[in-house]
Nanobody, 114 residues
Framework: VQLQASGGGLVQAGGSLRLSCTTSQIIFGGNLMGWYRQAPGKQRELGAVISSGGITNYAESVRGRFTISRDNAKNTVYLQMNSLKPEDTGVYYC?????????WGRGTQVTVSS
């Protein structure tokens, strides 16, 4: 399974971006999709994930500002990011967990200027 992400870019603090990630094939069975992020010099950390049943989990640092959603018919997950802060800067990696395996996208850069 390959994950194709899009939507990163440069935005001023307080602005918004929307990330999308699409799988290369239909995913069968229960699964978890979402986004992890890695800031410069830091470890990769959870951003937000959503189950195939629509249950969500957010990092405390993004709760209330980011919204994750998915369209199962399109095999796509979205991350709407509002009120962006400079500390949201980093590489955002699409994530899929299915049938005991984990898949990662190549990452998309998000840069928030102050």
């Amino acid at each position: 399974v390959q994950l194709q992400a899009s939507g990163g870019g440069l935005v001023q603090a307080g602005g918004s971006l929307r990330l999308s990630c699409t799988t290369s094939q239909i995913i069968f069975g229960g699964n978890l999709m979402g986004w992890y992020r890695q800031a410069p010099g830091k470890q990769r950390e959870l951003g937000a994930v959503i189950s195939s049943g629509g249950i969500t989990n957010y990092a405390e640092s993004v709760r209330g500002r980011f919204t994750i959603s998915r369209d199962n018919a399109k095999n796509t997950v979205y991350l709407q990011m509002n009120s962006l802060k400079p500390e949201d800067t980093g590489v955002y990696y699409c994530y899929l967990q299915n049938l005991g395996r984990v898949y990662w996208g190549r990452g998309t850069q998000v840069t928030v200027s102050s």
